[in-house]
């Protein structure tokens, strides 16, 4: 049974910086995608950002770009969220998702929650101050 554990929410004053932390048990971290989504209070789940296990290539939200960076571990069964020079508008319940089948999502398709298997319950970032 595959799981995904996030860590590292909080809250944190505009200009901060939350590190999110995303650990997977259950698969080897093979053909992996993995990805984040966050939903604010009355709006829609959207994507924040995708990495490819294998090929390690990376999707961004524009809202984000230049701000936030995904990465993983060696193992690839953990993937990071570094947010950087948070903003109020940053602020949502943050969710991991993954796929453990063969394939790749590309610029155009990173974002659709369909394809994800799997999902965290969701950590809360808040930035306020």
């Known amino acids: 049974q595959v799981q995904l554990v996030e860590s590292g929410g909080g809250s944190v004053q505009p200009g901060g910086s939350l590190r999110l932390s995303c650990a997977a048990s259950?698969?080897?971290?093979?053909?992996?995608?993995m990805a984040w989504f966050r939903q604010a209070p009355g709006k829609q789940r959207e994507g924040v950002a995708y990495?490819?296990?294998?090929?390690?290539?990376?999707y961004y939200a524009d809202s984000v770009k230049g701000r936030f960076t995904i990465s993983q571990d060696n193992p690839k069964t953990t993937v990071y969220l570094q947010m950087n020079n948070l903003k109020p508008e940053d602020t949502a319940m943050y969710y991991c998702?993954?796929?453990?089948?063969?394939?790749?999502?590309?610029?155009?398709?990173?974002?659709?929650?369909?394809?994800?298997?799997?999902w965290g319950q969701g950590i809360q970032v808040t930035v306020s101050s």
């Open positions: 998702a993954a796929r453990d089948t063969a394939g790749a999502a590309n610029a155009n398709t990173w974002y659709w929650e369909y394809q994800y298997k799997y």
């Open positions: 990495i490819h296990a294998n090929s390690g290539n990376t």
């Open positions: 259950g698969y080897t971290g093979n053909n992996n995608r």
